[in-house]
């Protein structure tokens, strides 16, 4: 028997997206974006990613099934993201799935953000080996998880960023250097002219006292920062270039050595890279060729899938049907902090 089609409903910052999945397999997924609505303002803005919601919600619902050629009674459950998150954001999604599921009469079930961006890979790729390492990249994560089985085991966290994500390094030094948003894009492209090794940026958090697991990238915004204004007080423009791709190896440096170090310890044979920065050439390449040399294998997920989108809060919810796991009460509640 055909397990239930399950929607999954993302609304956490300011993409809402749906995503449709049935015994592993994507069915179809859209995702609208207020990411344009917040450009003016530098970051999102909470109000707004909730007004968003509101607008968006009943389109995107009814755009993912029209992708997947069903109806909204093939729908058999419905999974949301209840944090970690912004709260009005989380609000919107979650009253939308209540009123769905409560309507249509099928299960309910609550998502933690990250497992989602977890599970992300398992639409490519297919179930992922018990244990696995994973490393989640954004603008707005850095964190290093220890996943045995989604639906049934917690995520271990082993380790976070104390400051900034390693997406809003690049995105603060990319202003700086007067380079287009989003800046990981822009500084990887600029990059590829580059030296890497032109200047002699930190690896924050490796050193032998230094916690295994947790990033730290604010002092090096601040140093590729200083490394441009010293050029321009001596009246010069700084060697874009090089400061992009030698920013860009200290990131990639770091986020590699400490993934390949966590697998090595923990004895997992492989690592699960996700998140927008996930897409940088060097982060890639330094990653195949660490995890080759340390016998691990390395899975990165389609681009599509690795940024915000509603999928991913599907396929958790399709293993969470599939393993039997207990649908939530209807009157669940968000939980924007949700740890881990
Ligand atoms: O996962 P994502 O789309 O959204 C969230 O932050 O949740 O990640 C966006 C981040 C941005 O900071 C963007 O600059 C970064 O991913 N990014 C990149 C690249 N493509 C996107 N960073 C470095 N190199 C890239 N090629
Ligand atoms: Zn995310």
Redesign the pocket.
């Known amino acids: 028997m055909k397990s239930p089609l399950v929607l999954g409903i993302e609304s956490s910052?300011d993409?809402t997206g749906a995503g449709l999945v049935r015994d592993g397999r994507l069915l179809g997924h859209a995702v609208a974006s207020s990411m344009d609505e917040h450009a003016r303002f530098g970051g999102v803005v909470p109000e707004i990613a909730a007004r968003a919601h509101v607008h968006s919600f009943t389109p995107v619902v009814r755009e993912v099934l029209v992708r997947a050629g069903l109806r909204m009674a093939d729908i058999g459950a419905v999974a949301v993201t209840t944090g970690p998150g912004l709260s009005g954001a989380l609000q919107v999604g979650l009253a939308g799935a209540k009123t769905l599921a409560f309507s249509l009469g099928v299960p309910l079930y609550g998502v933690h953000h990250l497992a989602g961006?977890v599970a992300a890979d398992t639409l490519e790729h297919g179930p992922l080996p018990d244990p696995c390492m994973v490393l989640i990249?954004?603008?707005?994560?850095t964190s290093l998880l220890l996943v045995r089985d989604l639906a049934r085991d917690p995520i271990v966290h082993l380790g976070d960023t104390i400051d900034d994500?390693?997406?809003?390094c690049?995105?603060k030094v990319?202003r700086v250097f007067g380079l287009p948003?989003?800046?990981?894009?822009?500084?990887?492209?600029v990059a590829r002219e580059g030296n890497p090794r032109a200047v002699a940026f930190p690896r924050p958090l490796t050193g032998p006292r230094d916690s295994r697991y947790d990033f730290s990238f604010s002092g090096l915004k601040t140093s590729a920062a200083r490394w441009a204004e010293q050029h321009r007080l001596r009246g010069g423009e700084p060697p874009l270039e090089d400061g992009a791709a030698s920013l860009?190896e200290a990131?990639a440096d770091v986020l590699t050595r400490k993934a390949v170090a966590a697998c090595r310890e923990h004895g997992v044979g492989t690592l699960v890279v996700?998140?927008?920065?996930?897409?940088?050439?060097?982060?890639r390449a330094l990653g195949e060729e660490r995890c080759r040399a340390a016998g691990v294998t390395l899975r990165v997920p389609p681009?599509k899938l690795?940024?915000?989108n509603g999928a991913m809060i599907a396929a958790v919810g399709d293993l969470l049907v599939r393993a039997g796991a207990e649908p939530a009460p209807l009157d669940m509640s968000i939980d924007p902090s949700a740890p881990l």
Request: with cysteine.
């Open positions: 910052c993409e961006h990249v954004s603008g707005g994560h994500a390693a997406g809003e690049f995105d990319a948003y989003p800046g990981g894009p822009a500084i990887d492209r860009q990131v996700v998140g927008g920065v996930a897409a940088n050439s060097r982060v681009l690795c940024t915000d």
